[in-house]
DNA sequence: GAGCAGTAGTTAATCGATTACACATGTATC
DNA sequence: GATACATGTGTAATCGATTAACTACTGCTC
């Protein structure tokens, strides 16, 4: 910057006016300076204006796995949002892993993000605290914690969730394995109990840990027992239970229903399309990035509840009749 | 940090030496400022330290697409390297737009990453110009560009392409459909050169852009075209083409054998299962952070091209016997 | 022509760390 | 007891930007 001053023959503090829109340098003092920057090809040293400002116009994203297409999805939604409004994203892999998870969020914290999206690894208060002490904006995403006290965006699959259940029923089915989240996590619970409690008794549940393999042998497990149909709570798991049921050779839906909350590309490729409850996951993203966004800029956004939708594509059998 | 040294009793730069694990401190003296750091729960400022000495411990990743599982993939090894080395990673989205990767790359710069890894939207050597130029270390990864002058890791997929038109010629095909991906990258073009080189003259070869509707529409024009074998060059086209073979009611081999480049958790999964040229991901992640953070060192790696393996599934049918 | 306002640009403090150099103290050597 | 050397700590410059406060100049009014 002492250099290109120094070409176009005015301050480091004209540069810096020029640079960023200020009011005052002439149009002519301007364009010396525009020259001298193309001449020099300089370019702005992102960290010293952020250490100066308290800005880093980043936001910081911290995700339980992106592996996990959902997540994917999501990280990409708010990536696009944030980048629309001048934003950059950095995103934080946790790995399911709570340790993981709080080493990234302090991470960012120490690279001063702007506001922090969260989908927090588990039910524990205490990072979200830990962060909103420090008065970085934050908003928790997909799930919750015990007594969130930030924005919270998330998908509403009870209503789905219900209308599952009463199909099932309503086909007679009367041992229905449900391949449940971790029961420390929002998600894994509410659904589960949502499921459950529409299935009265019905229900057999199994927790995994939304990762393929945990999906494989809760499937085995509930097969074992009988189920004649399986809900899986999440894709991976989902994933995880296809091909623990294709290994058996049962027939979907004539050995077994099936239905998994989360929709993927290629579940309309199988033979039968597998039923889903649809997550809007890009408006999910879209919306958490906004009320980042909002809370950044001193506003208080509401928390914002997005329904998932059942999609029947034929997995359920006669349950879809 | 001036409330650290003064809670302690001592100067800044004794916080920073205790910091920064200095030999000079006497272990009382390092207590003391422990423990004023605890109490305080001080965090030191990483933007600050990073202008100072000029290190970011961050690595820069600007690949095409976080929505195609293949980038994901790389991206969640790259992250697992780079932090077993200390290192954050920063993740750019270019969209398949050698626009959007630009700004990204130089975004990227101006917050000073310590190195870049580049998945290259384009064969268009100059951005990679760009940044040498700059001096920032960059490796290229799975693409490359005319006449890269960095390191460079990718898959080799020629011997698995060339067993693959074995095959197809073998059993008899002779209009052998091509969903080959944009020209003016070098995996496009490569792996679609080295296939049709060896079907000698039976291959048809459609452009797609390496995403899934481009896959479908591809499809749509060879089957027309009375192709009774079809090989997407990627996984998203290859979704693509299913939809298509699927919505036409083909029979997978019976009606149009198939194959892809890139395997799928889920293609195992389809009936029959998808035969697939499986790349080596992780290890393609794994070694771009290692070569990326060889060259932060100061050395200079050499390129690592890691082999693609053909995975006979059944959907090529009698081609498989 | 003195007084005032307005404009364009400069000087220097600042953000929060690191680190070369200076300084004070203690120990070993002759 | 003077000299040298090691050791632990403090002082202050520095990284590269932003910006408040100030200066210099122009032009206008009365």
Redesign the interface.
């Known amino acids: 910057m002492k250099d290109v001053a120094q070409h176009a023959g005015v301050s480091t503090a004209t540069v810096s006016r020029v640079l960023n829109g200020h009011a005052a340098p002439t149009p002519e003092t301007r364009e010396r300076v525009l020259a001298a920057i193309e001449e020099l090809g300089y370019?702005?040293?992102?960290?010293?204006r952020?250490?100066r400002t308290t800005s880093?116009q980043t936001l910081g994203l911290v995700i339980s796995d992106?592996?996990n297409?959902f997540f994917?999805?999501i990280?990409?939604a708010v990536?696009?949002e944030a980048r629309s409004h001048g934003y950059?994203v950095?995103?934080?892999?946790a790995d399911e892993s709570a340790e993981q998870e709080a080493t990234y969020v302090?991470?960012l914290?120490?690279?001063?993000v702007d506001g922090l999206l969260l989908c927090p690894a588990t039910d524990d208060p205490s990072l979200v605290r830990e962060v909103s002490a420090g008065g970085v904006p934050l908003v928790l995403l997909d799930r919750t914690v015990r007594g969130a006290t930030c924005p919270v965006v998330r998908a509403d699959g009870s209503e789905a969730l219900t209308a599952l259940a009463r199909r099932l029923v309503g086909a007679g089915h009367t041992r229905i394995g449900v391949i449940a989240g971790p029961p420390n996590t929002s998600t894994g619970r509410e659904r589960t109990d949502v499921l459950t409690g529409s299935l009265g008794g019905l229900a057999q549940v199994v927790h995994g840990d939304f990762r393929?393999e945990s999906g494989s042998q809760a499937a085995a497990r509930l097969v074992d027992d009988g189920a004649t149909a399986l809900v899986a709570m999440d894709n991976l798991m989902g994933?995880g239970a296809?091909?623990e049921i294709?290994a058996r050779g049962l027939q979907i839906p004539h050995d077994i229903a099936f239905a998994v909350f989360d929709d993927?590309?290629?579940f309309?490729?199988?033979?039968p399309p597998i039923t889903v409850i649809a997550q809007p996951t890009v408006e999910m993203g879209q919306a958490a990035a906004l009320s980042l966004l909002a809370l950044i800029d001193g506003r208080q956004p509401d928390d914002v509840r997005l329904t998932a939708k059942l999609v029947l594509r034929g997995s359920l059998g006669e349950a879809e009749l």
């Open positions: 370019r702005p040293n992102a960290l010293a952020s250490l880093t992106l592996l297409p994917a999805e990280a990409r990536e696009d950059c950095v995103i934080g892999n302090r991470t914290l120490d690279r001063r393929q994933l296809l091909g294709r993927q590309p290629w309309p490729l199988l033979d």
